[in-house]
């Protein structure tokens, strides 16, 4: 059964977190995949050599339908939030399958400096 991107969606919305991107006031909510980045070499992206797994829990993985606005994260005046914290988008690339676009990869790190 070739994949779609109704599976991955239901994937997703069956075993993703509650996420959220707020602009202008308005908040459009959706699940992802959303946790520590973490790097086989224990190497991460400031070539700082940390304990397998984390990296003082800054940078992160997230996995998300193709539908969210990543590209418009900007950490000023739009912005993604998971369980109360704000995140910036470092970098995303939407991922297709054939013509279609099926789900987005992103690194994002937390903003500490976010406007609440």
């Given at each position: ?20 991107i707020e602009k202008d006031g ?50 000023l005046s739009v912005f993604l ?36």
């Amino acid at each position: 059964m070739p994949l779609s991107h109704n599976t991955a969606s239901k994937f997703i919305e069956k075993y993703g977190r509650p996420l959220s991107i707020e602009k202008d006031g308005t908040v459009t909510s959706f699940r992802g995949f959303f946790q520590p980045l973490r790097y086989k070499n224990k190497m991460y992206l400031s070539v700082i050599q940390t304990e397998l797994g984390y990296d003082v829990l800054t940078k992160f993985l997230l996995i998300c339908p193709a539908y969210v606005p990543l590209e418009e994260v900007n950490g000023l005046s739009v912005f993604l939030r998971c369980a109360d914290e704000d995140f910036n988008v470092d970098h995303c690339e939407k991922i297709y399958f054939g013509d279609e676009p099926l789900y987005y990869w992103a690194i994002v790190h937390q903003n500490k400096g976010a406007i609440q």
